[in-house]
């Protein structure tokens, strides 16, 4: 996932990820700041932080840290679900003079282990293909994962549907049988009144 977004000094911005869970996710950030005479971002916003706060399907803040005005940030999933990653500049006078306007890149991955290119050729032919096999073997963990989670969202879904499947009927059924008392009543209520006026 990579995105920009824009931001006030101080205000708080929130992306959802829907997360595995045992999974890894590392996002990396760059904040450019809006410049008054030139009327555009300039490269990097140097002297302001960024709070970034990342909170679980329950509630739980897993991360909660201030950074630089670009960084690296990670974190475990321990739950599978809905994560919160929300991210807010701290107040300084920069940004104040800058306009209060950010401009926030954002590049997230999810799961993904990235090998060392320099320690692996650093290594031997044997231990090279090591590496490479236990980079695999952990994508593959990742990939498991994935299909658990979708398999369990899958199967969440399949129990709403039926469930609601099953309402539809019962409701169409007290539907039906209300129709049909409101008829017997109609009919019984002309054939009391003809009777009292004596037209059968």
């Known amino acids: 996932l990579a995105l920009y977004f824009h931001s006030g000094e101080r205000e708080e911005k929130c992306i959802i990820e829907d997360i595995p869970t045992d999974t890894l996710v590392v996002g990396n950030y760059k904040v450019q700041s809006w410049d008054i005479h030139k009327h555009g971002f300039l490269e990097s916003a140097p002297g302001l932080g960024m709070f970034v706060t990342v909170t679980s399907?329950?509630?739980?803040?897993?991360?909660?840290?201030?950074?630089?005005?670009?960084?690296?940030?990670?974190?475990?999933?321990?739950?599978?679900?809905?994560?919160?990653?929300?991210f807010q500049s701290n107040s300084t006078r920069f940004a104040v003079i800058a306009g209060s306007?950010?401009?926030?890149?954002?590049?997230?991955?999810?799961?993904?282990?990235?090998?060392?290119?320099?320690a692996i050729q650093a290594k031997d032919k044997?231990?090279?293909?090591?590496?490479?096999?236990?980079?695999?073997?952990?994508?593959?963990?990742?990939?498991?994962?994935e299909q658990d989670y979708e398999r369990e969202r899958e199967e969440k879904f399949r129990k709403t549907s039926e469930e609601t499947n099953s309402n539809i009927l019962w409701w169409a059924i007290v539907q039906t049988l209300i129709l049909i008392s409101v008829g017997i009543w109609q009919i019984k209520s002309l054939r009391d009144f003809f009777i009292s006026k004596k037209l059968v």
Do not use: A
């Open 101 to 118: 306007k950010l401009r926030i890149h954002l590049d997230i991955r999810v799961g993904e282990h990235f090998l060392d290119e320099s």
């Open 126 to 145: 044997v231990n090279e293909v090591n590496v490479r096999l236990e980079h695999l073997i952990e994508q593959i963990h990742h990939v498991t994962r």
């Open 57 to 86: 399907p329950n509630g739980e803040v897993v991360l909660s840290k201030l950074y630089g005005p670009q960084g690296t940030f990670s974190f475990t999933s321990h739950l599978s679900g809905e994560h919160i990653i929300c």
